[in-house]
Every structure is written in C-alpha cells, then in structure tokens.
T-cell receptor, first 113, second 110 residues
Framework: EAGVAQSPRYKIIEKRQSVAFWCNPI?????LYWYQQILGQGPKLLIQ????????DSQLPKDRFSAERLKGVDSTLKIQPAKLEDSAVYLC???????????FGPGTRLTVT | GENVEQHPSTLSVQEGDSAVIKCTYS??????FPWYKQELGKRPQLIID?????GEKKDQRIAVTLNKTAKHFSLHITETQPEDSAVYFC?????????FGTGTRLKVLA
C-alpha cells in the first residue's frame, strides 16, 4: 500500500513569512496527526484529527498555527507568521480507526531564517 | 501533564554487545508503548510495540519489557550490528495521545 505522503520535503522562509504543508494519509486511515520535531528532540503532537474533527490541539500555537482536514482525507498545516523557533521537521502520521500503530510520512524540513 | 522520560540520551556499544534503553511514563492509564527507530533525515519507523496486558515481547534481536507497577518499559537489542546505529524513541499512548521520549542516539562501534 502507498505510504503517507507529504509535501514539500524542504522549505526555507524568512521570519514573518507564511508557509503551508500538505499531508495525504494512507487510504482509509481515519486518524491523522501532525507532529513538530525539533532537532535532537522527540516528536511533539500539534494536532490530531479523527476523520475531519479535531481530537486534540492543546499544543498547537493557535495564534500562528492552523490546520484543517477537509472531507476527512488530506490535511494542511499552516504557519502565519513564522518565527525562528518554528524551524523543525513537521511530521504527518496516520492510523486506522481503533488501531494503535501510526504510520509516519517522510516529513517536511522547515528552516526559518 | 503526561510525560515520558528516556535514558540514556546517547549510548555507544561494541558490535555484538547488547544495548538497553529505558523509559518511564507518568500516566498510569497508558496502555500502548511503541518503539521507533529514526535514521538521519528519515521518518520514524516502528520496530516493536507492547500493550499493557503483556509483560514482554520479542522479535528476533529486539525485545521490549514492561513493568506497569513501576511505570517503566525498556528496549533490549542483542547482538548489535552497525546498522542498528540510529536514534531510538519510546512513546506511550496516553488515552488517545502519543507522548514521545526525548530519544537515545545509539552508536554501534565496529
């Protein structure tokens, strides 16, 4: 089966600019996760969707980050405006309903200068 | 809030030796504990997992043990090989949310 797809793979922007990331989960997977992984740290959950509803966004900096999952399939994560500390790899993962295992995408490496 | 502590942060072993990485979780309701291997610039890959109703699970050279009373779980890699060199993350599923450890950089010296 095809894996989780993400684009772009790399992005370099200046601070205060905007950026958007896209994720297409594995077909049929109900749950979609966005993680932020800062260099040298473990992934930190930003937002979790079950179909197109938000399950958890407690660690999403809502003043600058937003995410949506229209029609319960693919998802976009946006940062506006970006800060230097947003430099990280943004990982998308998905899992089938009722199944614990997560499948990760390749990630988007964001550099904010 | 929920927390997962992971030790050590770096680990160097000679090829053929064993490696052990330990994690402690805070939420007693956690019921699923996966371990991921992440090579440089690549996505985390699930290598083994254990559920709270099991004390130990083994898959070839990799094993995971769980002590629910002490709220800690460990990854054991035997007969280490250079290709085992990577960063390893533990995680705990707390209610519906995964909490990750801070990672262990394992170096297997040939």
């Amino acid at each position: 089966e095809a894996g989780v797809a993400q684009s772009p793979r790399y992005k370099i922007i200046e601070k205060r600019q905007s950026v958007a990331f896209w994720c297409n989960p594995i077909s049929g997977h109900a749950t979609l996760y966005w993680y932020q992984q800062i260099l040298g740290q473990g992934p930190k959950l930003l937002i979790q969707f079950q179909n197109n509803g938000v399950v958890d966004d407690s660690q999403l900096p809502k003043d600058r980050f937003s995410a949506e999952r229209l029609k319960g399939v693919d998802s976009t994560l946006k940062i506006q405006p970006a800060k230097l500390e947003d430099s990280a790899v943004y990982l998308c993962a998905s899992s089938p309903r009722g199944i614990y295992e997560q499948y990760f995408g390749p990630g988007t490496r964001l550099t904010v200068t | 809030g929920e927390n997962v502590e992971q030790h050590p942060s770096t680990l160097s072993v000679q090829e053929g030796d064993s490696a052990v990485i330990k994690c402690t979780y805070s939420d007693s309701a956690s019921n699923y504990f996966p371990w991921y291997k992440q090579e440089l610039g690549k996505r985390p890959q699930l290598i083994i997992d254990i559920r709270s109703n099991v004390g130990e699970k083994k898959d070839q050279r990799i094993a995971v043990t769980l002590n629910k009373t002490a709220k800690h779980f460990s990854l054991h890699i035997t007969e280490t090989q250079p290709e085992d060199s990577a960063v390893y993350f533990c995680a705990a599923l707390s209610t519906y949310k995964y909490i990750f450890g801070t990672g262990t950089r394992l170096k297997v010296l040939a």
